[in-house]
């Protein structure tokens, strides 16, 4: 059963609707008690990294999600939030991975946002790519990226320089993409999440 983390940052529609077409039960975290209903956790996030920040942090949630000991992943946003610090607001964040969130240098020939599809590459073995193919295409809308770091990413992608498609640490997972529009291949990682 899966948690999803509302904190009012979070595009829920098309993670519940994902999660139902795919039969995985989940429900809502509003406080902490609700953790204990469940045995793994999303964090969803969209748009401005610090302005998500500023509203987890209203929730009061922050010290328990930096203690959690279950699988906990955090996508688009709620992957960045994870890190120390993001140039978007000049943030500082859950650093629960020390690295960095940088923003996309513009230029003729790379438009940011980065939107659209994008090839994934894996830079680890994880059960959480299990099934899915080196190369595979997932869906992108973001102009931060994670830095790259041989340490914590799990997969990465190019687009202008190689960033953190994905990022992993104990029970900690983060995917930049949204799997939840990424077809086949992201409804493979969101069972894959839902049997960690």
Same mark, same amino acid.
């Given at each position: ?23 995985? &039960? ?5 406080? #902490?008690?609700?953790?204990? !209903?469940?045995?793994? *956790? ?14 987890? #942090?209203?929730?009061?949630? /922050? ?13 688009? /946003?709620?992957?960045? !939030? ?10 500082? !964040? ?17 438009? /940011? &946002?980065?939107?659209?599809? =994008?090839?994934? *590459?894996?830079?680890?073995?994880? &059960?959480?790519?299990?099934?899915? &193919? =080196?190369?595979?295409?997932? *869906?992108?809308?973001? +102009? ?11 997969? +990465?992608?190019?687009? =202008? ?9 104990? =029970? ?12 086949? *291949? ?7 999440? +839902?049997?960690?």
């Amino acid at each position: 059963m899966i948690g999803i983390i509302r904190y009012g940052a979070g595009n829920i529609f098309s993670l519940t609707a994902a999660l139902e077409r795919l039969g995985i &039960p989940y429900g809502m975290i509003n406080k #902490e008690e609700d953790f204990e !209903l469940y045995d793994r *956790y999303i964090i969803p996030g969209v748009g401005h990294a610090g302005a998500a920040m500023a509203k987890l #942090e209203q929730t009061g949630l /922050v010290p328990k999600i930096k203690s959690l000991k279950k699988p906990t992943l955090g996508i688009c /946003v709620g992957m960045q !939030l994870l890190t120390s610090h993001s140039e978007e607001g000049d943030s500082d !964040l859950l650093e629960i991975f020390p690295i960095k969130t940088l923003k996309f240098a513009a230029g003729t020939e790379y438009k /940011v &946002p980065h939107t659209g599809w =994008n090839k994934v *590459y894996p830079e680890k073995e994880n &059960p959480l790519f299990e099934n899915i &193919p =080196n190369g595979s295409h997932f *869906y992108f809308v973001h +102009s931060y990226f994670i830095e790259f770091d041989n340490t914590f990413t799990l997969s +990465s992608t190019i687009y =202008n320089n190689k960033f953190s498609a994905s990022i992993w640490r104990d =029970n900690f997972y983060g995917v930049q993409f949204h799997p939840e529009k990424s077809g086949a *291949y992201g409804e493979t990682l969101l069972k894959n999440f +839902s049997k960690l």
